[in-house]
């Protein structure tokens, strides 16, 4: 049974880095083809992909918040950690992590994802 | 990098079929079979109900069908039931090697 569960502050501060944890089971980061992604919501609007590890190290960024955004994974605990300074009010949002696959040459579907973890910014 | 376009809201009575389209570009729909359909219930995680363009994973309804065509890709919805009532979302992978969502559809079964 494959399950994934964010945990981290519901609350954080204008300026503050946003630590969210990601603790799977039932797959392997280590295997081919696997990766893990952080995706964001914010209240009433669409999904957002933020950034993606794969089980190379391999890592991509959403291309406007790469500066502010850094994916890590440790294996052995299956767990993967998404940090993003300089918190900001627009950054409030349900994070979710989710499994991806790739499907062929390259990464596809999301196929397993987290309850999601509702972050609120505000001073 | 701009969100796929899909329609804002959709509807259907009960046992009609609706599609909805995710209008894409060249570098990410136009250029992968990678295209991916999510379904979310207020509240609740997106659930995978399509890969690959046309593919259902296990335990999807076969209601659910996919198909594309040049840059746009779409999601039927045959025999509309009371719990299809939900949002939808496309998604792509694309030539900055990172995926692309977008930007929602809110489906209405009348």
């Known amino acids: 049974q494959i399950t994934l569960k964010e945990s981290g502050p519901t609350l954080v501060k204008p300026t503050q880095t946003l630590t969210l944890t990601c603790t799977f089971s039932g797959f392997s980061l280590s295997t081919s083809g696997v990766g893990l992604a952080w995706i964001r919501q914010p209240p009433g609007k669409a999904l957002e992909w933020l950034a993606i590890v794969y089980w190379d190290d391999d890592k991509r960024y959403r291309s406007s918040l790469q500066s502010r955004l850094s994916i890590t994974k440790d294996t052995s605990r299956h767990q993967v950690v998404l940090t993003l300074t300089n918190m900001d009010p627009m950054d409030t949002a349900t994070y979710f992590c989710?499994?991806?696959?790739?499907?062929?040459?390259?990464?596809?579907?999301?196929?397993?994802w987290g309850q999601g973890t509702l972050v609120t910014v505000s001073s | 990098q701009s969100a796929l376009t899909q329609p804002a809201s959709v509807s259907g009575s009960p046992g009609q079929s609706i599609t909805i389209s995710c209008d894409g570009a060249s570098s990410d729909v136009g250029a992968f079979f990678s295209v991916s359909w999510y379904q979310q219930h207020p509240g609740e995680a997106p659930k995978l109900v399509i890969y690959?363009?046309?593919h259902r994973p296990s335990g999807i309804s076969s209601r659910f069908s996919g198909s594309k065509s040049a840059k746009t890709a779409s999601l039927t919805i045959s025999g509309l039931q009371a719990e299809d009532d939900a949002d939808y979302y496309c998604?792509?992978?694309?030539?900055?090697?990172?995926?692309?969502f977008g930007g929602g559809t809110k489906l209405t079964v009348l």
């Open positions: 690959d363009v046309s």
């Open positions: 989710a499994r991806q696959l790739w499907s062929g040459s390259y990464p596809d579907f999301f196929d397993y």
């Open positions: 998604a792509s992978y694309t030539l900055n090697n990172t995926p692309l």
